[in-house]
């Protein structure tokens, strides 16, 4: 929610630096000191540089446009214009919203301003792509403006491994998850900036229990106009991505029952949830205006929706996937997100009508998603047909597979297919406690999942969520 560049809030021009190899896996990050039993340290950081990475910084990066001023007019009729930077080709960029935790307690821990002051001092100030989120446990990274999935994952683990030796001397860990296990929100302290104040101000204890962290793709499109059709054909696929990532089934010390409870936490604030479906980019200005003149928001920048086109990035935001706990998970994202973008491009261009789903569709399918995961049975029609969840990913994934080969993330796109098979984060997570665990122990496999790049495996004992069989 602080300053952006194109796609995120990206490096200022000149402020470059190596980035790990995109085949550096696991990620190796300095040990972390353990004071508890059953966590595992993680390999030290080998002393040679990593190589560099090629994600671009495309001049100056804009500032945040300013509230819209109702006054404007447009030359297309709307009652405001708001400027549509589009982009050349489905370029990505990528944010992660990481916890900070202490490795005695496993609680989380206000320490980001200073983590982010030691971190920013070689770059005269604020690190380039690490930056304040919300809370004061959560610092969020943040990508250049990459071609490849590839890329994006490289520049993301070049950002932790500068991290990890701030966290290193304080006794700190990250973990990526939906939520944190056990910690209260109502202990957690504001981020010291102006916006947030602002924002806890107005939105109470709806925005004060934001404890909840997630994964945000943004993928270029080429006008306007595409950019809405493409995020209300996108409402289709909100379920896919959710029950692929939900990792929140645990909310201060509770098993809630959902297997991403982040989801529902996040739809309290009145503009965010799921968008509205728009006929196109005249009727996005007079919504904007319209909330504008009512004070309902003071910049475009407060509607959170799941996925909203962004006018300066000149792309199409996806906000739906909670925190993912392995870099491999994050990159399967975002390869799912920059292939289904440039698929559904593509096919406007070839003079296709892109499919809308009725709303309430898509709502009772998001709904299913954060209750059920991967074992949840979607509506694909208004005569109440079903699909099994697996299989709905299953067939995306065929689908988008020559997309992927063409951008290069076939790879990354087919581990989609891995983390059905071995059982996304909620599941996970649910088997440490089924196995005799606590859910201390759920904090500690995920600093290990994060660190290691390798998903706990779930017992044979404990699969009784699983997908089953296809076919």
């Given at each position: 929610m602080s300053k952006r560049g194109e796609h995120g809030r990206y490096a200022r021009h000149g402020q470059q630096r190596p980035v790990a190899a995109r085949n550096a896996a696991p990620l190796a990050l300095s040990r972390v000191r353990?004071?508890?039993?059953g966590l595992r340290p993680v390999p030290r950081l080998s002393q040679t540089s990593p190589s560099s990475g090629s994600c671009q910084h495309q001049?100056?990066?804009?500032?945040?446009?300013?509230?819209?001023n109702p006054?404007?007019?447009s030359r297309r009729g709307a009652l405001l214009q708001i400027d549509f930077h589009s982009s050349a080709g489905p370029s990505l960029g990528v944010e992660m919203e990481l916890e900070i935790v202490d490795v005695d307690t496993r609680e989380l821990h206000s320490g980001a301003t200073e983590i982010l002051a030691d971190a920013g001092r070689p770059y005269d100030g604020d690190h380039?792509?690490?930056?304040?989120?919300?809370?004061?446990s959560t610092i969020e990274i943040i990508t250049g403006i990459c071609s490849t999935v590839g890329e994006a994952r490289a520049d993301l683990e070049a950002t932790l491994v500068e991290l990890q030796p701030h966290l290193e001397r304080r006794d700190l860990a990250f973990i990526c998850s939906g939520t944190h296990p056990f910690s209260d929100w109502a202990k957690q302290q504001i981020s010291p900036n102006p916006r947030y104040e602002r924002l806890v101000e107005e939105m109470q204890w709806l925005a004060r229990r934001l404890q909840i962290f997630g994964i945000h793709v943004h993928v270029g499109v080429r006008s306007a106009e595409k950019a809405i059709a493409i995020a209300n054909a996108l409402t289709a696929y909100i379920p896919h991505f959710l029950a692929l990532s939900a990792s929140?089934?645990?909310?201060?010390?509770?098993?809630t029952g959902l297997a991403s409870s982040r989801s529902k936490i996040f739809e309290g604030l009145p503009t965010a949830g799921l968008p509205y479906q728009l006929s196109g980019w005249s009727e996005f200005e007079d919504f904007m205006h319209t909330l504008v003149s009512a004070k309902a928001i003071s910049s475009i920048r407060e509607v959170w929706w799941d996925i909203r086109p962004h006018p300066d990035f000149g792309t199409v935001e996806l906000r739906i996937c909670d925190g993912l706990p392995t870099m491999s998970e994050v990159a399967s994202m975002a390869a799912i997100s920059q292939c289904l973008v440039e698929w559904l491009d593509t096919r406007h261009d070839?003079?296709?009508?892109?499919?809308?789903?009725?709303?309430?569709?898509?709502?009772?399918?998001?709904?299913r998603a954060a209750r059920h995961g991967i074992n949840a049975e979607l509506i694909t029609d208004d005569s109440g047909t079903l699909a099994h969840m697996g299989d709905a990913i299953a067939d995306l994934i065929d689908e988008l597979t020559p997309t992927a080969r063409r951008l290069g993330?076939?790879?990354?796109l087919d581990h989609a297919r891995a983390i059905v098979e071995h059982g996304p984060s909620y599941l996970r997570q649910r088997d440490v406690v089924a196995s005799g665990g606590t859910l201390v122990d759920v904090v500690d496999s995920l600093i290990d999942e994060l660190h290691t790049d390798r998903p706990h495996v779930i017992g044979t004992a404990h699969r009784t969520e699983q997908q089953r069989p296809r076919g």
């Open positions: 353990l004071r508890q039993p001049g100056v990066p804009r500032e945040p446009r300013r509230a819209p006054a404007v007019g380039p792509k690490a930056k304040h989120e919300l809370l004061e929140s089934p645990y909310w201060m010390g509770q098993d070839e003079g296709h009508e892109l499919p809308v789903p009725h709303s309430w569709v898509v709502r009772e399918n998001k709904w993330c076939e790879a990354e």
